[in-house]
């Protein structure tokens, strides 16, 4: 099939959009950590991307999408990119290849939840690139590459298990390992500039339209199917996260926008197989599941600091399996169990679950690894000043 200029020219602006959720995704959480932490932050999430940049152009896009291993694992086919040139089945190897790329960077950036505040710099970036490599790669194998996921015929449009369960429940592990933040539970660490939380929110909520309509990867009807379910699960999260805060208090405004990627994150797996209706249910339901994690997590005094796990984690395992739920042959070509087919539902969960699972075992464990060689967390006087200053010799303050 020749190289289609009109889809080719739909993932480039796609790439370019679902870039900006990197940085998106640093201001999300720099607003929510107190001010002397927020340059940290955000440097974090354009540190993801850089060194998600070089492994993916090294390593990643082969070990995800090289020839199968046993259903695990790419082969070195494209290592170096051997072999991704710039011709390709309706968009140019290239271009996928890249697509590809900043939707591990993200990746990466949401994992930066568990450790916000508190974190070496140095040790980051070691974990980044191992977990980018041990733990991303394979689940992008799994459901994209020829893994044994996607062959056994799991349903994940976008990236709820590769992208959300990886990054939900590795942050969870890593805030295991590295322990609660200096006077967590004591003194108040409520979000300290909910101003630049909504403005990351809103830059998501944009570039999860290319997240999603681009992985449909042809400017065609299904991209917009894409768009549309999107659009209508983020407003349905962020309207019931926001109406059930209400009970306990005020509609605030930092509920509204997690609402929003809560319903963004479910939608994700399912935004290429589900309609519009079935999005206001699954966007619905994910905005008082991830609020109802978030309590949980509050009340056990875990400090998994921006709650990647109760938003992302949480809400991608429900999207895998509303996926398996909703699903319509008139939209995707596969049915769920709503319409009779028990076996797709068995199938999500089971995929989910083992994704699940691996991202936090692994996780945990290159944290472990990581703490006892290099130490994962800065000294108690370095967290105490802050990591704008311990780390990046900046401050936000004049």
């Known amino acids: 099939m020749a190289i289609d200029t009109g889809d080719t020219a739909f993932i480039i602006i796609c790439t370019a959009m679902v870039m900006l959720m990197t940085p998106g995704v640093g201001l999300f959480y720099g607003g929510m950590v107190r001010s002397k932490n927020i340059i940290s932050m955000i440097a974090m999430s354009f540190i993801s991307f850089a060194l998600v940049s070089i492994q993916w152009v090294t390593v990643g896009y082969t070990l995800s999408f090289g020839s199968d291993i046993s259903g695990f694992i790419g082969g070195l086919d494209h290592l170096c990119l051997a072999g991704v040139g710039l011709g ?3 968009i140019p190897d290239m271009l996928f290849m890249v697509f590809q790329l900043v939707f591990a960077g993200v990746t ?17 970036m070691v974990l980044g690139v191992l977990w980018t490599t ?3 790669d394979p689940l992008a194998h799994w459901a994209w590459g020829g893994g044994w996921a996607g062959e056994l015929g799991a349903l994940d449009f976008a990236g709820g298990t590769v ?4 990054s939900g429940f590795g942050a969870l592990a890593l805030a295991l390992v590295i322990g609660n933040r200096m006077g967590f539970g004591k003194y108040s660490m409520e979000a300290e500039n909910i101003t630049t939380t909504l403005l990351g929110g809103a830059m998501l909520w944009f570039g999860w339209f290319a997240f999603n309509a681009g992985s449909a990867l042809a400017a065609d009807g299904l991209a917009v199917n894409a768009l549309v379910v999107t659009n209508v699960s983020a407003a349905s999260g962020a309207i019931t996260w926001m109406l059930a805060s209400w009970i306990k208090g005020k509609p605030s405004s930092l509920g509204l ?3 929003a990627v809560a319903g963004l994150v479910a939608i994700t797996p399912a935004s290429g197989f589900v ?8 966007g619905g339901f994910a905005g008082l599941l991830c ?20 938003v992302h984690g949480m809400g991608g395992f429900w999207g895998a399996i509303a996926t398996g739920i909703f699903a319509s042959a008139a939209v995707g070509g596969v049915d769920g169990l709503i319409y009779g087919n028990t076996h797709q539902f068995l199938i999500q969960l089971l995929d989910a679950s083992v994704a699940m699972i691996y991202a936090f075992v692994m996780t945990y464990i290159l944290a472990v690894i990581i703490d006892k060689t290099m130490g994962l967390r800065v000294t108690e006087e370095e967290e105490y000043v802050g990591l704008d200053i311990s780390q990046h010799g900046e401050s936000t303050t004049a």
């Open 88 to 90: 390709g089945d309706g």
């Open 108 to 124: 990466l950036a949401i994992l930066t939840s568990g450790v916000a505040g508190r974190v070496k710099l140095s040790s980051f």
């Open 134 to 136: 041990i733990v991303y």
């Open 163 to 166: 992208v959300h369960i990886s």
């Open 257 to 259: 926008i997690s609402g």
């Open 275 to 282: 309609g519009p209706m079935a999005a206001i249910i699954i």
């Open 291 to 310: 609020y109802g994690a978030l309590l949980f997590r509050v009340r056990k005094g875990l400090d998994e600091s921006l709650d990647a796990w109760a």
